[in-house]
């Protein structure tokens, strides 16, 4: 925890104008890069909240994968550790005794598994966090998912380090975060001028209906400002500016990825048996 206050004191009290300027800088940089290679000149249709938004939804995508891993591995390890907690009362054959006795009796039991529980849960995450850099290439979206997992092995790094490395690690993560956004962008750059992606966005403009859909039109859905949404057709190689004054009818439509993930971690088994004893 103050390793946290440390860092939010660093980007926010302490160096707020370093940050707002690392902020302007990483947004007008990939905007450049990305909008430049389909020839728009995006910076007549940017205003300051779009250059703000940018890296800080990067940022908090990051941030939420790693903050969704916790929450998932700290129920299933709780899980497991209170069926180890069982099997250690049996073995010493205490279990049906901790059964008989009260609240405040059970507590002070239970607090003599809380360190190793700590020790345990830390250790836990560094070496799957070890092992996942030989599984982190197949999964989904990993132009997120690699940069989370390099932030979070850092993060790791620093609770268990004796030495506090917290001057070290703080560039380390920015440096990370600045660099695959960048490549995220080129990669971006590269894959929406060749190949039809699964975006869906419909609109209507001018009487004229709008489309992304896949067996419908080649347009790309290439993003958008406060002001305009951009599309590209590669089939004749055109960028295509929309005002969003002159559209109505504006659809997106939702890709159900975070459904099927939500779904697939509400079905793991040791998840299912935490819901049924919260239900019990």
């Known amino acids: 925890m103050d390793d946290l206050k440390k860092i939010f004191r660093f980007f926010t009290k302490e160096n707020i104008s370093i940050t707002l300027l690392i902020i302007y800088s990483i947004s007008f940089v990939n905007y450049y890069l990305y909008y430049k290679s389909f020839n728009i000149p995006v910076f007549n249709y940017l205003s300051i909240p779009d250059l703000v938004y940018f890296p800080l939804e990067y940022i908090f ?5 790693i903050l969704i891993y916790e929450i998932f591995f700290f129920i299933v390890f709780s899980i497991f550790w209170t069926i180890y907690e069982r099997i250690v009362l049996i073995i010493r054959k205490k279990f049906f005794y901790y059964l008989r006795l009260d609240k405040t009796q059970k507590a002070r039991i239970t607090d003599l598994f809380e360190k190793p529980f700590k020790n345990g849960l830390t250790g836990s995450k560094f070496i799957i966090a070890l092992l996942g850099v030989f599984f982190i290439g197949y999964l989904p979206n990993k132009l997120l998912f690699i940069p989370a997992y390099f932030v979070y092995f850092i993060y790791l790094t620093e609770i268990m380090s004796d030495k506090k490395m917290l001057n070290i690690s703080i560039p380390m993560v920015t440096v990370i975060i600045i660099l695959c956004m960048i490549f995220t962008t080129l990669y971006n750059s590269y894959t929406k001028r060749f190949e039809k992606d699964e975006y869906l966005i419909s609109f209507i403009e001018n009487n004229e209906f709008i489309t992304t859909e896949k067996c419908k039109s080649n347009l ?14 590669i089939e004749n190689k055109v960028s295509k500016i929309y005002s969003k004054s002159k559209i109505t009818n504006l659809e997106i439509q939702n890709t159900s990825s ?6 697939k971690i509400r079905d793991f088994y040791p998840i299912k048996i935490f819901r ?3 239900n019990e």
Request: no cysteine; hydrophobic share 50%; proline share 0%.
């Open 276 to 278: 049924e004893m919260l």
């Open 258 to 263: 975070l459904d099927d993930i939500i779904l």
């Open 220 to 233: 790309n859905y290439l993003g958008e400002t406060s002001t305009n949404i951009f599309l590209y057709d």
């Open 61 to 65: 995508q990051i941030v939420l994968i």
